[in-house]
């Protein structure tokens, strides 16, 4: 039985019932509801929010991916250099949408997904490994808000994802085949002014 | 080249070009990270560093009882949770930068203001700058007891299983501080009054503790279904 987040009551209940007995803990995932229950009012942070970061020229895009009923505060969205050798300016990210709280006023926000484009340059030129951590925060719109969270991520090398991938090492073929080509230069200068050694 | 020292010095040179650059492009990839596989709708890889927390299941250990655990109240001076040993409590994991919760803030004052004189005590535990806190609480006009803390604030989050807490969540113990109920996210009326209405079942023994959580787990779960349907 699946209902939608919004139609479902904020609680989530996590009650030791029956099953229960005198001085024993009942262990449980927190955002079921009830001991018998498989039903999820709530899902863990990294579900709902999933968040991947991607190489893309002189640019590193991170993208969010936000489960329905969840979303993102533009306002709480960091990025930030990780390796030593990275500087990355301000990420440049879409207006979102205005969503007015009664209780917390308005604020810009973004729901299903949203990307980040953040310019970077890098002073040791990729001696080390490309590394940003991201700093975000959202809730649920039942009633529900996760602490900041803060992830490292490595930005993979290509194209942005929903792009028709290319090799992620354009050059990799093209050392085989000057590596292959070097060793059978080699061969022929060393070949150069012999005969073959065959049998009479 | 017809000089066969010279015919090898060449070769050698070619093959050490060639090794050259192999080892060149095998630091560039090797440079780049590890190349992990990605779920669809994701552009990266995780920092192989951290827990994949992902889809995981957690399994948090609510208490049974209440757990002691002291923080500082609004003026600073530090408060056991067992100051209200006795009480009924209801306490409410908040902060200031979240919606959910300041929107129960009335909800509680007002049940705080219902319950006064009959043993049950509403303590608000703000994970949150205490600067902030004192603000709002002023603004707010806060008149229940509320402790503050960050980290440790964070681990009395903990001792209700509450690990990587969203907030809000609220904790209901009856007078002996057994743990009836755990509700997480935003509280309304009809929910707090069914559960201390449970709470008080309790107290007042017109029922026993496990018959009052299975009251509450079917309770709320069938004002779900009602809101659902």
């Not at chain 1, 960091?78 to 209780?103: F, H, I, M, N």
């Not at chain 2, 650059?21 to 992990?36: D, Q, Y």
Request: hydrophobic letters at 45%.
């Amino acid at each position: 039985m699946k209902r939608s987040l919004g139609a479902v009551s904020v609680a989530i209940l996590v009650v030791f019932g029956a099953l229960s007995l005198a001085g024993t803990a009942q262990s449980k995932p927190w955002w079921m509801r009830g001991v018998d229950s498989n039903q999820t009012d709530f899902l863990p942070p990294d579900v709902a929010f999933r968040v991947g970061a991607q190489v893309d020229g002189n640019v590193v895009k991170v993208r969010w991916v936000i489960a329905d009923g969840y979303y993102l505060y533009r306002s709480k969205i960091e990025v930030r250099a990780e390796s030593p050798d990275l500087v990355v300016a301000a990420p440049q990210l879409p207006p979102g949408v205005l969503k007015t709280d009664p209780y917390l006023g308005t604020q810009r926000i973004y729901t299903q997904q949203v990307e980040a484009v953040v310019p970077y340059s890098r002073l040791d030129a990729g001696a080390h490994p490309l590394q940003i951590k991201v700093i975000y925060q959202g809730c649920a719109e039942a009633g529900l808000c996760y602490p900041p969270i803060t992830k490292v991520l490595f930005p993979a090398a290509g194209p942005p994802a929903g792009v028709a991938s290319e090799p992620p090492y354009p050059f990799e073929s093209t050392a085989i085949i000057a590596g292959a080509g070097a060793f059978l230069l080699a061969g022929l200068v060393l070949r150069k002014g012999r005969k073959l050694d065959t049998p009479a | 080249m017809n000089n066969p020292g010279l015919r090898y010095l060449g070769a050698a040179l070619i093959v050490l070009v060639g090794v050259w650059a192999g080892l060149k492009f095998h630091s560039v990839r090797s440079g780049e990270g590890p190349v992990v596989a990605v779920p669809a709708g994701m552009a990266s890889a995780p920092d192989p560093r951290e827990n994949s927390a992902g889809d995981e299941v957690p399994h948090p250990v609510v208490p049974a009882h209440l757990p002691d655990f002291s923080l500082d109240d609004l003026s600073g001076k530090p408060t056991s949770i067992s100051s209200w040993r006795g009480k009924s409590l209801v306490i409410n994991f908040w902060a200031t930068w979240c919606a959910p919760c300041r929107r129960e803030i009335p909800l509680l004052k007002t049940l705080a203001a219902d319950w006064a004189g009959r043993d049950l005590t509403v303590v608000g535990i703000a994970v949150d700058h205490a600067d902030k806190v004192r603000e709002f609480a002023g603004e707010f006009k806060i008149d229940y007891p509320v402790l503050i803390g960050e980290e440790d604030a964070l681990e009395a989050a903990a001792k209700f299983g509450m690990d990587s807490p969203a907030l809000p969540f609220t904790v209901f113990t009856d007078r002996r501080g057994e743990v009836v109920a755990l509700f997480v996210g935003e509280l309304h009326r009809p929910q707090a009054d069914f559960i201390l209405s449970e709470v008080q079942n309790l107290n007042q023994e017109r029922i026993a503790l496990p018959e009052a959580r299975r009251a509450i787990a079917d309770g709320l779960e069938a004002m779900a279904e009602k809101k659902a349907g």
